[in-house]
């Protein structure tokens, strides 16, 4: 969600800054400012808006100084508004800091400090920790933070300078991801890896409860007690290449393009193929542990929701276990059910999504054993889980997510193959069968890229309706679910996905003429019941379109458009079957204007419930 960056070296700061915003403006914001140490104190500016007009801004009136800190912000507490923009001071404007997250208590300490004098100018949660740090005890600004933060309850990435002490930034962490760019002399801060790349591959990920402190001449991390932490240095594995557009139009297209390379690298190295299984020892899943699993529970949300919902017939047909797919934000404030033999399954592109991180820590806590499926390296579902899949599908930068949903589907599947070949459920020439169609997979992709121009002129027809629904059966049931996402998201048409069955339950009194219908309909065993859920709509006049595979017939006596993707076996068509899907949200959100990669009120990483 929101973005922090910082930096403490020998250069000026805020050119630095402002182009660490630039690169973090994909995790979605609506205001933006700087603060940096300009000799004689701190000087803040900051407006609504983006991270260009703070840029015109700022070349107008160079703030000179080498130690400053940034922040883009996505508004929680106070609306998206100049004043209520971060960085946040204190009274007396010595204290300036920047912060993602949520302070719960805010309103309680708020009115503590109000009594006690202190003047405040926003609306914002987070402008009663610059005047906690402004009454704290302590000799440094370090101290100050650590006492301060013992009042605070909910979560925090935070970066706090002082005028005080010039040349330092102090740095927390609780529940909200930051971390420290290790460069040549100079050190960063930021919430995202993206955000510093251009200058370092070295990063250090900090934990929950760190206090890291930045001087020119190093830095150190603290725990609560003011005991020093050893943290790794780890090396980025990306490069700036994969941030950047490349000569397309936005990223969103750019990353729907690059799912045939993203899908093989995630099976990259980790198939078997004359045992007809997969490699993943990163699960710490052995022989026994797999025969010992009863159930299984994948706790998600959003795109990852679907993809766990694709998962669950990946697993169950595979390995023959019972699976549940859960809304992670409702999960875990159910009450959970300790059963022997249960694996949970965490799935998040970033691995820092808050409810997913709650979610899997529950379950850990009444004994499940935990493995996450995510994207970022380094994450904390990753490094809190007890193994997992990386999907080494590259930074995905656009809000909208898709390579990692065709990523995470294959994901599963590779852990649907292991369980299924190490539970004795799936035999080594049925095994064998699922290997060569997963190495298949990129160059099918590749071929259903080449309906892009098709699915261009169906977006012009349809790119002023009001609704969509969107149908599908069995395993193509979550594609429908993420096709009405993808159109909601980015072009903001109201769009319902539903089984295809579940129709005539309600759904069914919507259709007429000018209600666009699209079916999920590859080949599978519930194609003909799929198709005789298209005669209903057509028999009241709904505007079809048919996403089907090659070898079906031609259904043109049905649907007003066929968008054909190349045949596979029934469970791996979704990775096939949801590109149409894209491409149509993305094409029409370009035709009404939408700002593609970042759609309004969303963010890329949910980091706060």
């Excluded at 027809?461 to 049931?477: H, I, K, Q, T």
Aim: aromatic residues 4%.
């Amino acid at each position: 969600m929101c973005g922090i960056v910082g930096y403490v070296g020998t250069r000026q700061a805020g050119p630095l800054l402002l182009d660490g915003l630039h690169r973090l403006e994909y995790r979605g914001y609506d205001s933006a400012g700087v603060a940096i140490q300009n000799g004689t104190g701190v000087q803040v500016m900051k407006l609504a808006g983006r991270v260009a007009a703070l840029r015109t801004q700022l070349d107008g009136a160079p703030i000179a100084g080498t130690t400053g800190i940034a922040h883009t912000r996505w508004a929680t507490h106070g609306a998206p508004t100049t004043r209520n923009a971060h960085p946040h001071s204190d009274c007396d404007g010595i204290i300036a800091l920047v912060h993602n997250g949520i302070i719960e208590n805010a309103d309680a300490l708020r009115a503590a400090l109000e009594a006690q004098g202190h003047d405040f100018a926003t609306d914002t949660d987070t402008e009663t920790l610059a005047h906690l740090i402004e009454d704290a005890a302590g000799d440094t600004l370090e101290a100050r933070v650590i006492a301060a933060l013992t009042h605070v309850e909910g979560t925090y990435g935070l970066a706090v300078m002082s005028a005080a002490e010039p040349g330092k930034i102090v740095v927390a962490r609780l529940g909200s991801p930051v971390l420290l760019g290790i460069g040549d002399d100079e050190l960063f801060v930021a919430s995202d890896a993206s955000a510093v790349l251009e200058h370092t591959r070295s990063v250090v990920y900090l934990d929950d409860g760190d206090i890291a402190v930045l001087t020119p001449d190093g830095y150190h991390v603290l725990d609560r007690e003011s005991h020093v932490q050893l943290r790794e240095v780890d090396d980025v594995a990306w490069d700036l290449a994969q941030i950047e557009l490349g000569g397309y139009p936005h990223f969103m297209l750019k990353e729907i393009c690059e799912q045939a390379d993203t899908v093989r690298a995630t099976l990259r190295g980790r198939l078997i193929g004359e045992r007809g299984t997969a490699r993943l020892n990163g699960l710490n899943l052995t022989s026994e542990d797999c025969r010992a699993i009863r159930r299984v529970v994948i706790v998600a949300c959003g795109t990852s929701w679907h993809s766990g919902l694709v998962g669950r017939e990946l697993i169950e047909e595979l390995a023959g276990l019972p699976v549940q797919v859960e809304y992670a934000s409702e999960y875990r404030y159910r009450r959970i059910l300790a059963e022997p033999g249960t694996l949970t399954i965490a799935i998040s592109q970033s691995g820092e999504t808050a409810d997913t991180l709650e979610a899997m820590r529950a379950a850990k806590g009444v004994g499940s054993r935990v493995v996450g499926i995510v994207n970022v390296v380094g994450s904390t579902i990753a490094r809190e889980c007890q193994g997992g899949i990386y999907l080494h599908a590259g930074p995905e930068i656009g809000v909208a997510s898709t390579k990692a949903f065709t990523s995470q589907i294959v994901a599963l599947a590779l852990l649907g193959l292991y369980l299924g070949r190490e539970r004795g459920r799936l035999d080594e020439e049925a095994g064998r069968e699922l290997v060569c169609r997963l190495i298949q997979l990129p160059q099918l992709i590749t071929r259903t890229l080449e309906i892009e121009r098709q699915v261009k002129a169906l977006a012009r027809r349809f790119a002023s309706a009001p609704n969509f629904l969107y149908l599908g059966r069995g395993v193509n049931f979550p594609v429908a679910l993420e096709g009405a996402l993808k159109l909601k998201e980015i072009s903001y048409i109201h769009a319902e996905g539903y089984p295809a069955a579940e129709m005539k339950h309600g759904p069914i009194a919507l259709i007429d003429e000018n209600m666009p219908v699209l079916f999920v309909a590859p080949k599978d065993h519930v194609y003909g019941k799929v198709c005789s859920n298209m005669q209903e709509v057509r028999a009241r006049r709904g505007r079809i379109i048919a996403v089907t595979s090659e070898g079906n017939g031609d259904l043109s006596a049905l649907v007003e458009e066929q968008l054909r993707v190349p045949a596979t076996v029934p469970l791996l068509s979704p990775v096939l079957t949801i590109i149409p899907l894209q491409l149509l949200a993305y094409h029409i959100a370009v035709l009404r204007g939408c700002d593609v990669d970042r759609p309004r009120n969303l963010a890329k990483s949910v980091t706060v419930e």
